[in-house]
């Protein structure tokens, strides 16, 4: 089978498309046969090895997989040859750059219905960010207000939607190309982050700072004042330290997201009732992921991006 992989950690150019042996499920695993997998930011930084994930070498990249189970080991209960599935795998483990990969079956979860198999490899690991860092670490209620910096990004999106839901008041800070899309999210609240000072954009304190940008840690501090006392402080950028402020009951939270199968069936749930979106913003095939690489290294990748194996 065809898998896109790397033998040692480093730039773009460790990455190799190459023919492997199909895998063959263990007891207690499933073998996929992938529609799609999902490129994230992540996935850069364990290609390095400047993420604090060890990985098994040789290791083929992209924990966010969709598919459809092709074989089971012993003991498998609840799935079906021919189940339509999505997973956030291990992130040490393989993952879903090729074209059949095994997976505990203890991570899978039935695909929803609603939208194309391939395009529901853009939830597991990024919607599950976004769930886990507003309830789960930032405990945020209805009725509450939660500020999110960097909502133009693919978990800020799920954010602003899953808090909106939620019966939050949504303020969220978007460049000029993303503030549609983030208002259109549900945003009651949109800040230009390129013309605006936030600090002065939001005029009455916040429940919850949610971060998901990669902002300078002095703005980052600033943004405190911002947080009511009690409240709570939650970031995603894990390369830094969120700031609180103890003499007034404001905590931090740098979230670092996990499995959770009965958050990502509810996910599942809310995509196939109408009440979440999915957002594919370009789908490449599976020998183009190394030049998503070099590009992520040069300039950046924007939206999500899924990888299929086969040509585009």
Known sequence: MKAVRFLEVGGPEVLQYVDVEQPQPAAGQVRIRVAASAFNSADTGMRAGSLPIPVTLPHVPDYDVSGTVDALGDGVEGFAVGDAVIAFLPMGEDGGAAEYVVAPADVLVHAPTSIPLADAAALPSVALTAQQALFDD???????????????????????????????????????????????????????????????AVSEPVDLLL??????????AALVDLVRPGGVVVSTTAWMPAPDDAERGVRSVVVFVRSDLAQLGELVRLVDAGELRVEVSRRISLAELPALHVEAAERGVSGKVIVLPEAV
């Open 138 to 200: 930032g405990g945020l209620q209805a009725g509450q207000r939660v500020f999110i910096v960097g909502a133009g990004g693919v978990v800020g999106k799920y954010a602003v939607q899953l808090a909106k839901r939620a019966g939050a008041y949504v303020i969220a800070t978007a460049s000029p190309r993303s503030t549609d899309a983030v208002r259109a999210a549900g945003a009651d609240e949109v800040v230009d982050h390129t013309a605006s000072s936030l600090h002065e």
């Open 211 to 220: 971060n998901l940008a990669p902002i300078e840690p002095a703005e980052f």
